[in-house]
């Protein structure tokens, strides 16, 4: 399973940025995906998922209303948009496969090579 992120990088607290994973047309098109960080010395936790369809998303607690996950058909890939960014933000983001096509928290089988994201206070 091949997932390849971009996006990372180092932004200011309280500004966006925009994650991007692309996925194969086979495993986009059938299973959930999903979004994971982990922040030095902690386990990795579960961010966001979308369904197969794009019609569910889930998120952690921690950040409903400031991130956004999405996808796109045409290039396979899903997003994840971060808002209003604090800086225990700070992880490296990895995307992931659900082995169903939910995407709920505890579906998730393969993860990519992950991206950092680093935020100053």
């Known amino acids: 399973v091949q997932l390849v992120e971009s996006g990372g990088g180092l932004v200011q607290a309280g500004g966006s940025l925009r994650l991007s994973c692309t996925a194969s047309e086979y495993i986009f098109s059938r299973f959930g995906m999903g979004w994971f960080r982990q922040a030095p010395g902690k386990e990795r936790e579960f961010v966001a998922g979308i369904s197969w369809n794009g019609r569910r998303q889930y998120y952690a607690d921690s950040v409903k209303g400031r991130f956004t996950i999405s996808r796109d058909t045409a290039e396979t890939s899903v997003y994840l948009q971060m808002s209003s960014l604090k800086f225990e933000a700070t992880a490296v983001y990895y995307c992931?496969?659900?082995?169903?096509?939910?995407?709920?928290?505890?579906?998730?089988?393969?993860w990519g090579q992950g991206t950092q994201v680093t935020v100053s206070s």
């Open positions: 992931a496969k659900a082995r169903t096509n939910w995407g709920r928290p505890d579906e998730y089988e393969d």
